[in-house]
C-alpha cells in the first residue's frame, strides 16, 4: 500500500510538472500609473507575477518587442507640457529597464496610442489631447526626432478631435478620431506624409479602435458613444473606407451606457474578437466573419468577470483583458475551431491597467551548437524533470 501511494504520488509530480512549465513568453501590463507589472506565461494557460517595473507615469499604450519596450506618457496633469514617446530596454537577464531614449511632443499634445513601423522607419502618436497626429522618425530601433505633427481639421466636427488609433497598410496610414467620427488616411511616402482621405462616419458614432482583415480588404471598427461594431471596405489603392454594415455590440442589461473599448481580428482571419465596457457589465463579443457576403454574426457574448475591460492582447490559443477599473487581467481559452472562450484565472495588476500585451524572450529557446546545429535548451533546469520522474515510477513498480 505504501509503494503505490508513493508511485501515484510521483505520477502527479510528473504530471504537475510537465503542466506548468514556462512556455518562455512574458506578458506586460502598463496604464495610468507608475508601475509596469510582468507575468511569465505557463503551458496551461496560467500566468505567474514577475517583477514590477519602475516607470514613468501614465504608460498607457505601449510596443513590446523582444527586449525593447516603446511607451507613451498620457498624463493630463501635464498637458500644458504635452506627454512623449520614448525607448526603453531590459537588462540582460530580461528584468529591469533602462531608457536609451525620449522625445517630448510639445505643449498640449497628449497622446493616448503608439504604433511603431519599421518597415517604413516610422512610429506614430494619436494625440488625444490636441487633437494632433505626431510622426516619429525612427532608425532600426531608435527614436530619432518628431518629424512632423499634424493638426488635424475640425471642420464639420460634433466635438474636438480625438484621434484615438493608428493602423497601417500598405503604405497607408488610418488614423481614428473618437471626436470627428473620421477615419483619417495618410499616405506614407519617402520623406512625404501626406493626408489625402478624410472618411466621414455617421454622427455621433464615435470611433475608437480599427482592426484589418488578414486576407480581405475589410475593417472592423468598435465606436465608443455607440454600442456598435462597423464592417468598412477598404479600397487599397486610394486609401479610402466605406461603411457597409454595423451590428449590436453588447446586450448587457441596465441603465449605464455601454462603450465599446478594443477589437481584434483572430491569427485566422474567422473570428473577430470585440470589448465592451459598462458599470452593469464587461463583455468580450465573439463574431464569425463571412468573407464572401462581408458580414459579422455574434457567436458568443463572454460575460467578463470585471466591467471595464479596456484592452486586450491574443496569442495562439490564450486571451488576456485588462480590467481598469477592476485593477486586474483575467485569462480567456480560445477554441481554435470555433473561436468561442473559456475563462481562466484573475491576477491582480497595479492601479488602472490600460495596456497588456504579450513579450518574447529577447533569446530564442533553441541555442546553435559548435557544429552548426540547435538544441532546445528552454527551461534546461527543468526540462528533463517529467522523463526522470517517469523513469523513477517506472522502477519502483518494478521492484515491487
Not at 514613468?56 to 512623449?84: C, F, N, P, R
Not at 452593469?280 to 463579443?285: E, K, M, N, T
Not at 483575467?330 to 492601479?351: A, C, K, N, R
Request: proline share 4%; glycine share 10%; hydrophobic share 40%.
Amino acid at each position: 500500500m505504501t509503494l503505490s501511494y508513493l508511485i501515484w504520488v510521483v505520477c502527479l509530480i510528473d504530471q504537475g510538472s510537465s503542466q506548468s512549465a514556462p512556455t518562455g513568453d512574458k506578458i506586460v501590463v502598463s496604464g495610468w500609473n507608475n508601475v509596469t507589472a510582468t507575468f511569465s506565461v505557463h503551458s496551461n494557460g496560467e500566468l505567474m507575477r514577475g517583477d514590477d517595473l519602475d516607470v514613468e507615469q501614465g504608460w498607457s499604450w505601449l510596443e513590446v518587442e523582444d527586449s525593447t519596450i516603446w511607451a507613451i506618457t498620457e498624463d493630463w496633469s501635464m498637458s500644458d507640457v504635452g506627454g512623449s514617446v520614448s525607448r526603453w530596454v531590459f537588462g540582460a537577464e530580461g528584468n529591469g529597464l533602462t531608457m536609451a531614449e525620449k522625445l517630448e511632443l510639445g505643449p498640449g499634445n497628449t497622446p493616448t496610442h503608439l504604433l511603431v513601423d519599421k518597415e517604413h522607419g516610422l512610429a506614430f502618436t494619436a494625440n488625444i489631447g490636441g487633437g494632433s497626429w505626431s510622426v516619429i522618425r525612427m532608425e532600426g530601433d531608435q527614436l530619432v526626432e518628431v518629424q512632423e505633427t499634424f493638426l488635424l481639421d475640425t471642420a464639420g466636427c460634433n466635438e474636438a478631435s480625438k484621434p484615438h488609433q493608428t493602423v497601417v497598410s500598405g503604405d497607408f496610414a488610418f488614423v481614428v478620431d473618437l471626436g470627428c467620427d473620421v477615419v483619417w488616411t495618410f499616405t506614407l511616402g519617402p520623406g512625404n506624409i501626406e493626408m489625402v482621405q478624410r472618411n466621414q462616419l455617421n454622427n455621433g458614432t464615435g470611433p475608437r479602435h480599427m482592426s484589418f482583415h488578414p486576407q480581405t480588404n475589410l475593417a472592423f471598427i468598435v465606436a465608443e458613444y455607440l454600442n456598435i461594431v462597423q464592417i468598412a471596405r477598404i479600397n487599397p489603392d486610394e486609401g479610402s473606407l466605406t461603411v457597409i454594415n454595423q451590428v449590436d455590440l453588447s446586450s448587457v442589461e441596465g441603465s449605464n451606457p455601454k462603450y465599446g473599448s478594443e477589437v481584434l481580428v483572430g491569427d485566422t482571419g474567422e473570428f473577430l474578437y470585440v470589448s465592451s465596457r459598462s458599470d452593469d457589465g464587461g463583455v468580450l463579443a465573439v463574431f464569425s466573419i463571412d468573407e464572401d457576403q462581408e458580414k459579422i454574426s455574434k457567436v458568443q457574448e463572454f460575460q467578463l468577470n470585471g466591467t471595464w475591460p479596456r484592452h486586450f492582447a491574443v496569442q495562439g490559443d490564450l486571451m488576456v483583458v485588462a480590467d481598469q477599473k477592476g485593477a486586474s487581467v483575467q485569462v480567456l481559452h480560445i477554441d481554435q475551431v470555433t473561436g468561442l472562450l473559456t475563462t481562466g484565472e484573475i491576477y491582480e495588476t497595479p492601479e488602472n491597467p490600460t495596456f497588456v500585451g504579450f513579450k518574447k524572450e529577447p533569446s530564442d529557446p533553441s541555442t546553435t551548437t559548435t557544429d552548426g546545429s540547435t538544441t532546445d535548451v528552454s527551461n534546461s533546469a527543468t526540462s528533463h524533470v517529467p522523463t526522470i520522474v517517469s523513469f523513477v515510477a517506472l522502477f519502483l513498480l518494478f521492484i515491487s
